[in-house]
């Protein structure tokens, strides 16, 4: 049973840092292609940084590029977004996603909130 769990949420000031976890079970990171996304009410879901499966390329939005960054650890199996120099409309909730087994799957989304 494919299985995503995202923490690391919570309240930080502007120009802050966070790293959110995305805990995989189910299947391993290194097989799926996986994404960070997030969403504001009322907004469209945003899609933020993603890896590939095997060697782990990455690719970012332009909205994050240069402050936010995708990792994972295969010991762990959990997927990871570093994020830094945060700024008010970064908040949202932050969701992951993985494609194994030809299926979308994504976790149950995490708070972050930046306020000073």
């Known amino acids: 049973q494919v299985q995503l769990v995202e923490s690391g949420g919570g309240l930080v000031q502007p120009g802050g840092s966070l790293r959110l976890s995305c805990v995989a079970s189910?299947?391993?990171?290194?097989?799926?292609?996986m994404y960070w996304y997030r969403q504001v009410p009322g907004k469209e879901l945003e899609w933020l940084a993603s890896?590939?499966?095997?060697?782990?390329?990455?690719m970012y939005a332009a909205s994050v590029k240069g402050r936010f960054a995708i990792s994972r650890n295969t010991n762990k199996n959990t997927m990871y977004l570093q994020m830094s120099s945060l700024k008010a409309e970064d908040t949202a909730v932050y969701f992951c996603?993985?494609?194994?087994?030809?299926?979308?799957?994504w976790g149950q989304g995490t708070q972050v909130t930046v306020s000073s």
């Open positions: 890896i590939s499966d095997g060697s782990g390329i990455t």
């Open positions: 996603k993985a494609s194994p087994f030809g299926n979308d799957y």
């Open positions: 189910g299947f391993n990171v290194l097989s799926s292609a």
